[in-house]
């Protein structure tokens, strides 16, 4: 990225065909929600990755899509209702259903995890569609 005068990385951690990264907070996001076993981001794999961008002056920049693109999170069994398909909708239409008891809390413990991993970072990015 340097070398093109590029200094900001903008990661797209969480959609709705995976849910990559591994919290303390909440495991069982990535143990359900990843594509295969060793496809994930551990801490220490992210952490490894902001020090990396650091020695390059590259600031990373994490995306948490949400409210919508949340299909991932509900594939752990705890959490099986927590998004809903939009009728009508294709490909990304996985939404929070807001009504589900947890969602706003969840969220919140992904969010803050997410801020404290990347601490460094001028945002969060949440997608927001």
């Known amino acids: 990225m340097p070398l ?7 990661w ?19 143990q359900f929600g990843k594509y ?4 994930i981001y551990t801490v220490q794999n992210i952490k490894d990755l902001i020090k990396v961008a650091e020695l390059n002056a590259v600031k990373i920049i994490p995306e948490v899509d949400t409210p ?14 927590i998004s809903i398909k939009c009728n009508g909708g294709t490909g990304y239409n996985g939404q929070f259903d807001i009504t589900q008891k947890g969602v706003f809390e ?4 992904v969010i803050k995890e997410i ?9 969060i990015h949440l997608g927001g569609d």
């Open 4 to 10: 093109s005068k590029l200094n900001m990385l903008h």
């Open 12 to 30: 797209h951690l969480v959609d709705d065909e995976s849910f990559p990264v591994e919290l303390g907070s909440h495991p069982e996001l990535s």
């Open 36 to 39: 295969k076993a060793n496809q």
């Open 68 to 81: 919508a693109h949340v299909r991932s999170w509900g594939l752990a069994p705890q959490w099986k209702n």
């Open 106 to 109: 969840l969220a919140q413990d």
């Open 115 to 123: 801020d404290n991993l990347f601490k460094d970072s001028p945002y």
